[in-house]
């Protein structure tokens, strides 16, 4: 059968270049190890991630293009195919992982490598039969905007150099501030009660990956993360105060009269079970809406996995690994996870593994075809796995502790099988656009889920030791949710007004006509967390509302954004440095702060904003557009 009008790569089937190589691999595991670290604290901090595909391509086209003077933009393409690969592991595991250290059940090394390693390598097999159906069939009709975008950036690889220099700035800069915060030179945060107004307060973490994040989300999503914010500090505490003025009673789960509570026991207390009410409630509405989707997905994959052409020789931009194998693949692991002692979740939990794997594998890889991997409702599909299945191990007698952690593991190993099935379709979409051969890529996949699935649980493990998961520093929410959700339902203990509270608050957020996750998300985290996010979304607003054209205002965008992810890495990866000398206590957290003011901190982040601005308005007019 003839194919009509066939698209033509940026390297032609026709015209073969390096592409794995043992440089492209070698720095390709390199950046995967460090931005899945960088993704996890980040994760653990605010509850969201970022894609690190446009500055992974930037940073290899540096390296390979600047010092190996290598000039293949198929090798570029697979460092950046191991790094997303990578960091998708890192996003899947610390959305759910950290709730058993959160339970006092520290998981061991193997087990979380297992959770990581089997979910990863899912996500990626599954993934594969869709490529066709979603990246070649639909080329015209699924835009995948990150993996587009990556194409862009690869295809402009003569700007690398001075691209790369700005997320190195970036990145130094935001290393520099940790650093400060690291040996406790100035605070990282300040804030200040509301005079005259009981209960409510205000205050801001003046560090750089906050405003990172907020450039790069933009101000829309930024501000609703800031109205939950204040909905929670100076709305729902205030209002709690106020009623319970001079009470002698406790109220449950308090244990202490609530009139000696103050607003940070108000917030342990009441609030962040409202929030979780909230967020799980986000979660699975953001599922429902894309309902549709869902069942056409799963419609249209089933056709095409029966229809599909494999007679005749392929090209070379066509060829996937084999399918039998990918199917051997499938089978053997979800047979592995059935039966090994490491997890214990019994043929129950990998028969769940296996539908809502490939379910929802299938839903996350068109839904970001079409707006894109932070859109993609993770939470929600994974919230509603771990529901489904700890009600089933319940009725089955599978409960306690035992039936907890599993169903906390069946809901770890498909939340990084989607999380890693996302990423891994835009990386399919710009190795299609840039002419990159697609069995290589997937081979690539799999060594960046390798090098960051036996490496996660190290970096769980020293955040919790030195910073404290589910703590003021490292706040964990999907994770506390999992936790809260787990234990309520095996338990029958949660405080189940205040989750509907919470549900009641989330379904009023959705009619307004907002995004009810990202408001819920920001009604749990502290005030703290969200307005410095909010400072970066400004700062993008003005970057962009005095720009002459939209080539301009886009240019100011994408350098904007790589600054900002060079200022979330830094501070990130001197986290991880930071918690390596804690724990031979190099460095003492809890030595007094040498500068214990309000307005250092103040007047750092003024200069981390400054910057910010600078750096997106500056370079953007010396540059001519990628895009």
Known sequence: MKRESKFVPYIPASRSLPEITIVSVIL????????????????????????????????????????????????????????????????????????????????????????????????????????????????????????????????????????????????????????????????????????????????????????????????????????????????????????????????????????????????????????????????????????????????????????????????????????????IGVLVLILIIAFTPVTNVGVLGAIAIAIFGFLFVAVASRIVGIVGSSSMPVSGMTIATLLIVTILYKATGFSGTEGSVAALVVAAIVCVAIAVAGDISQDLKTGYLVGGTPWKQQIAMMIGVLASGLLIGYVLTLFDSTYGLGGTELPAVKAVLMRIIVEGIMGGNLPWDLIFMGIGLAITIEFLGLNSLTVAVGFYLPLSISSPIMVGGIIRWLSEAFAKDEKIRRRREEVGTLFASGLIAGEALISVVIALLIVPKVIDPDKPIAFDNNWMPITVFALLAISLLWAATRFSSKEKPTT
């Open 28 to 327: 390709g595991v390199v950046l995967a190890i460090v931005f899945g670290a960088a993704n996890a604290y980040l994760g653990l901090k605010i509850g969201l991630t970022v894609t690190a595909s446009i500055p992974a391509a930037v940073i290899s086209m540096a390296i390979l293009r600047g010092i190996f003077r290598r000039e293949s933009i198929l090798e570029n393409n697979i460092v950046q195919t191991m790094t997303t690969a990578g960091e998708a592991v890192a996003a899947g595991a610390i959305f759910t992982i950290p709730a058993l250290y959160l339970m006092k059940l520290t998981p061991s090394q193997g087990m979380v490598a297992f959770i990581a390693l089997t979910g990863g390598f899912l996500g990626v097999f599954m993934m594969i039969p869709l490529r066709r159906l979603l990246i070649v069939n639909e080329h015209e009709t699924l835009p995948y905007p990150e993996g587009t975008a990556c194409a862009e950036v690869l295809k402009s690889g003569e700007q690398g150099g001075s691209s790369a220099a700005l997320i190195f700035a970036g990145f130094a800069i935001g290393g520099l501030v940790k650093v400060f915060d690291g040996l406790r030179w100035i605070k990282n945060s300040v804030g200040t009660a509301i005079a005259g107004y009981k209960g409510a307060t205000v205050g801001m973490d003046v560090m750089p990956s906050l405003l990172g994040v907020g450039y790069i989300i933009g101000p829309r999503i930024a501000g609703q993360m800031m109205a939950g914010g204040l909905f929670a500090s100076v709305v729902f505490i205030p209002m709690i105060s106020f009623f319970t003025t001079g009470s002698p009673t406790s109220f449950f789960p308090a244990i202490e009269p609530i009139s000696t509570i103050d607003a940070g026991g108000i917030y342990s207390n009441y609030i962040r079970y409202i929030g979780a009410g909230a967020v799980a409630t986000g979660g699975l509405i953001t599922l429902l809406k894309t309902l549709p989707l869902l069942i056409k997905s799963v419609r249209d994959t089933i056709v095409s996995l029966r229809t599909q052409d494999q007679q005749g020789t392929l090209e070379r931009t066509d060829q996937d690994l084999s399918y039998k194998y990918i199917g």
